[in-house]
Nanobody, 127 residues
Framework: QVQLVESGGGLVQAGTSLRLSCVAS?????????WGWFRQAPGKEREFVAA??????ITHYSMQGRFTISRDNAKNAVHLQMNSLKPEDTAIYYC?????????????????????WGQGTQVTVSS
């Protein structure tokens, strides 16, 4: 049984940083698997934040500059470094991984392209 467990969330002040981690168990994922981070704020739909795939790694972001996604293949994990946090970054952050083969029209930005999800970690940024 595959499980993804996120950690690293918390309550922080605007302008500070957090590093989220997500560790997978039950299956070893390789560089062929895409990993993603999504977030969902109260009353809003889940939205794409960042993703990483392939080797050499290719990264994708919904915003440039403040967030960095990285992958630790040895630990079957992915991280999200978040800098200069803003109150609008407040949300539950979810990690996800894709295990299916890739279809020609797949999009790394869509949540339904990912197969396994963690339970989420709360990030709250105060002003």
């Amino acid at each position: 049984q595959v499980q993804l467990v996120e950690s690293g969330g918390g309550l922080v002040q605007a302008g500070t940083s957090l590093r989220l981690s997500c560790v997978a168990s039950g299956r070893t994922f390789t560089t062929r698997n895409a990993w993603g981070w999504f977030r969902q704020a109260p009353g809003k739909e889940r939205e794409f934040v960042a993703a990483i795939r392939s080797d050499p790694a290719i990264t994708h972001y919904s915003m440039q500059g403040r967030f960095t996604i990285s992958r630790d293949n040895a630990k079957n994990a992915v991280h999200l470094q978040m800098n200069s946090l803003k109150p609008e970054d407040t949300a539950i952050y979810y990690c996800a991984v894709r295990s299916r083969t890739y279809s020609p029209n797949w999009s790394i930005y869509r949540s339904n392209e990912f197969d396994y999800w963690g339970q989420g970690t709360q990030v709250t940024v105060s002003s």
